[in-house]
């Protein structure tokens, strides 16, 4: 989404998702998507649903308890922290509607506005929010909004990772630049940081007016990978256990 300096007007440029991973996993890579037109969120919460399953339970990012305001970078707590490069000054926590990205947390104010800077006609601009984990995750997933199907575009957003190989999934984005859940499950992955890169070419208004693309991000869901150590130590205990039921049983 756009805005520039004056009348406000919408416009869809391209998204990037990159992901760094500490292993490859390329043919385990399964996405998931649901889009609504409208601030219903029939489609994209059945998609978030299936995504949890499949992922064994998530942890939950909602930004409720995040201070408002921009930032360089934020701790959002289990050892995750979201840094940000090259974004528009309007980037940051926000509690109000903006550009058709709100909140999606149910009984929640809170969600990510997400934007580049303003660019001219015939200049580009990259913009960056990266999550990075402690714990290694290999399930991500997030409730996008802002997205439109139909406008002012060039290309479509594009989510691309890899992990190994080099991936990419298109994003349509919805009738009405409603709400889409988009993420992914890579059984077995260490993946330790995500970025989320919004490439934007102001191509199509040639006036003086400055634009700027934007999303609204919230309801961000992983899944944390055990530690290779906590493996270990569950795998000692189960053994001892065992040996434990052997010793008993000779006992009776």
């Given at each position: 989404m756009v805005r520039r300096m004056g009348p406000r007007l919408m416009l869809l440029a391209v998204g990037l998702?990159?992901?760094g991973l500490m292993a490859a996993h390329a043919d385990s890579i399964v996405t998931y998507s649901g889009i609504d037109s409208s601030p219903s969120r029939t489609n994209s919460d059945a998609a978030a649903g299936v995504f949890t399953t499949a992922a064994g339970g998530v942890n939950t990012i909602d930004f409720e308890g995040a201070p408002l305001g921009s930032f360089t970078s934020l701790g959002l707590g289990n050892g995750v922290t979201l840094t940000t490069g090259n974004t528009g000054s309007n980037t940051g926590i926000q509690n109000t509607e903006q550009l058709l990205s709100y909140?999606?947390?149910l009984g929640g104010s809170q969600y990510f506005l997400f934007t580049t800077q303003f660019v001219s006609y015939g200049n580009s601009t990259t913009a960056t929010a990266t999550f990075n984990f402690t714990t290694p995750v290999d399930a991500f997933g997030a409730y996008i909004t802002g997205l439109c199907a139909?406008?002012?575009?060039s290309e479509l957003v594009q989510l691309n990772f890899s992990n190994g190989s080099s991936q990419a999934v298109t994003i349509n984005g919805s009738p009405n630049c409603g709400t889409e859940f988009w993420g992914f499950t890579d059984s077995g992955a260490q993946i330790s940081g995500i970025t989320i890169s919004q490439n934007f070419t102001q191509n199509f208004d040639n006036s003086t007016n400055l634009w700027q693309y934007g999303m609204g991000i919230?309801?961000?869901?992983y899944h944390q990978v055990p530690e290779p150590a906590s493996i270990a130590l569950l795998g000692t205990g189960l053994a001892g256990l065992g040996v434990l039921r052997r010793k008993l049983g000779r006992r009776v």
């Open positions: 998702l990159t992901i909140n999606t947390t139909t406008d002012y575009r919230d309801d961000v869901k």
